[in-house]
């Protein structure tokens, strides 16, 4: 019921929710599926959908540029095409990209977070729990296909996939680095990166923010499989095929016998963290911290 | 006292519960210990027992052809022999092999789960229940000389024991497979793997049924570690030499400090887990798939 | 609250809390900091302590000789000493070490736990139980140089910090050995090993008492880096550069994130622990074995 609310609430924002978009207007460069003629993609402005119902996957391309930043609205976009998919019985899988070169995701978009008011810190964090409720707990099988640098947030997002595929790139670094951003991992975050790597690996990459290059990244635990840049896709599509080979209710089962325990922690005090991070993130320091990090942000882009 | 009353309620299934049985009747390809020479073997008709009481320890060797599946007949065997040895002061520890071909455990035994009443299903899952307490909690030192395949249940039983030597041969892989055939490992078999390899090892694991072949089993820390065929039994003897050496009853206090609260969570919810258990079984789609599982088995054996 | 009530208690037993000494009077084999000339020391009788208070960072070098057995007194040094430091606002971290040849800490001191009375024995507990809680939980970054054997209640004080530097040399092993000597690790020390080790390593660590050498302490991550011996403090020294460069405040949040749960199971038993201690370590089999332990050790000596 918290999820239906949360996406009633989320989608006023959105103009338009879901609008099908014709497949060649988007620059892919790998096809979604075989050979990649005549595929209907559809999608919202953010989230570019390429599904093949045949194969019983969509591939879902990330585009808010530059950096894939998890604004609301691109928060919520993720969420409805994640529903989509989940309602249509044609699809038993994901495999989750980006379309913005170099980076998969930079994180949380600090924007939302700086120079608003109590009332929207609160929707935005509810939106960000809704994500990696949503993901972390999905009936479908989901894999992520990560080509690109994928920060805080956005390393949530991979860490809540049921598989990760990295690209070779040494630019490719991958962590939770909010310490070096002087603002702090919430629980959750933390205990998807325990049940990932450990508790020890946990414990010195959260306090250092380390970002993992490829070959560390498969060392820790942190990805499950690194791949020249231009096979990314094909390698999660191949190693798809191994998840929709085995009978769907049982794999969904024993999804939520893993992962149950650690979503109910922050079902249980969902309004708590919400508080939390407000009251944090509205403190003068950290909102100067913020503004003079932003402004650092804009003077390199000029 | 549930320990009590359980094994009470399956003794009553057993005709000859522990009979003595001559030695050499039994075909032993590696002696339990020394010479082996005048050992005087007893047991059960499934359950061979080689005792070497001076050496302080007994091999427990699984005869339940074909494949060892875990009849509620054959489970009820292993406990009265654990319970035996662990009731006599001269053992300190057990050596658990087959005496099955190329086989350790196919796991439970799915005659068990199909076409009965709830009430055999109930009484069924108590004893797999009471088998994986009564191992996972003996002050016995338990170690696996895993000698064959070793699935589901089979795997749970091993990884119950305090360390495993499996066989270098890549037929021999193990694991638990239960989604393989639609079915659900749970809650305490998760909670054993994930205490064994970890959390996100065992979520994959699980997810995908994953049987491990030596190599990969050593990898991930499903065993402990693998030696050649012929030597699987003389590497666990070696290996029980140090577990031997320490003060018995620090270790027991020790290894109950450390599998004491897992072991809870069972002990907590066990009625409602054999509830869970008996409605999910006796679903009609779970029992057409295991009936269909079946006769696909019967086919190939003729 | 209990912290302070803690403290107060064991600096009554405490003649000369913590006195000036001059630096050159130490036998020091690596400068604290830089060039070394003119750094003031001081400490207490049994610790060290070298303020680099320019870097923010001091050097404690434990010197309770021979084998820098914990005893009261001395665990009170080493809980002042760290006090003493948190309260200066110029030191942000600690490299902790030895000043005793060849050994780190030999752990806790069997004359506390020997033919004394239960209220020295709850005296005694109560003040391990603190440091503990104090090094664990400090919001300095605590590195340990690790120059020699490091064992039972030594090892817990480097499995308190932050990261671990060991000296790479065969002898040095380092472990939870307590059941070699007949007692049992307490679930709080357990808990500390496995969120360093994971739970299936601490496992047998603790039931067969293993004392790791520097490459296996490496591969199970008791340790995070091995260096030449001539190094460790050097190597502590730059990994603490790294630490350092973190915003403080997000830094020990996320420390705190990591572990309070592990300290706050301590805290809400820390009575009952106290009395589990006096009553197990007040049987007489136990004081016994410790006679025994202790007679051989002093004729080893002669």
Redesign the interface.
């Known amino acids: 019921m918290a999820l239906a609310v949360g996406i009633r609430g989320l989608t006023r924002s959105l103009l338009r929710p879901w609008v099908r978009v014709p497949g060649p207007a988007r620059g892919r460069t790998e096809p979604a599926a075989g050979g990649g003629d005549g595929v209907r993609c559809f999608g919202s402005p953010r989230v570019l959908v390429e599904p093949d119902p045949a194969a019983g996957f969509a591939v879902m391309k990330m585009r808010n540029p530059p950096v894939n930043s998890l604004s609301l609205e691109f928060l919520t976009e993720l969420l409805i095409s994640l529903e989509k998919l989940e309602s249509d019985k044609a699809f038993h899988a994901i495999i989750l990209t980006s379309d913005c070169p170099g980076i998969f995701s930079a994180g949380l978009d600090l924007m939302e977070m700086c120079g608003r008011d109590p009332t929207h810190y609160a929707e935005y964090w509810k939106a960000v729990q809704e994500l990696w409720l949503r993901f972390y707990l999905s009936h479908l099988v989901v894999i992520s296909a990560i080509n690109g640098v994928n920060a805080a947030g956005g390393c949530l997002l991979a860490l809540s996939c ?2 990760r595929v990295l690209a070779d790139n040494p630019k490719y670094a991958m962590g939770l680095n ?8 919430p ?1 959750w975050f ?1 205990d998807t990166l ?7 690996t ?3 990459a ?4 380390l970002l993992f290059p490829p070959a560390e990244a498969l060392q820790v ?1 942190m990805v ?1 499989k690194v791949v020249p840049e231009d096979q990314v896709l094909s390698a999660a599509r191949s190693e798809l095929a ?2 929709l080979a ?2 769907g ?3 969904q ?3 939520s ?3 149950k325990p650690t979503a109910d922690r922050l079902l249980k005090e969902r309004d708590a963290d919400i508080q939390n991070f407000v009251r944090f993130i509205s403190r003068d320091a950290i909102q100067k911290a913020l503004r003079v990090y932003l402004e650092k942000l804009k003077q390199k882009k000029t």
């Open positions: 049921d598989y909010e310490t070096l951003l002087g603002i702090i991992a629980f933390k325990v049940n990932t790597v450990g508790h020890r946990a414990e010195r959260l306090q250092l923010g635990g499950d191994q998840w085995i009978p209710h049982a794999r089962l024993t999804k016998l893993m992962r």
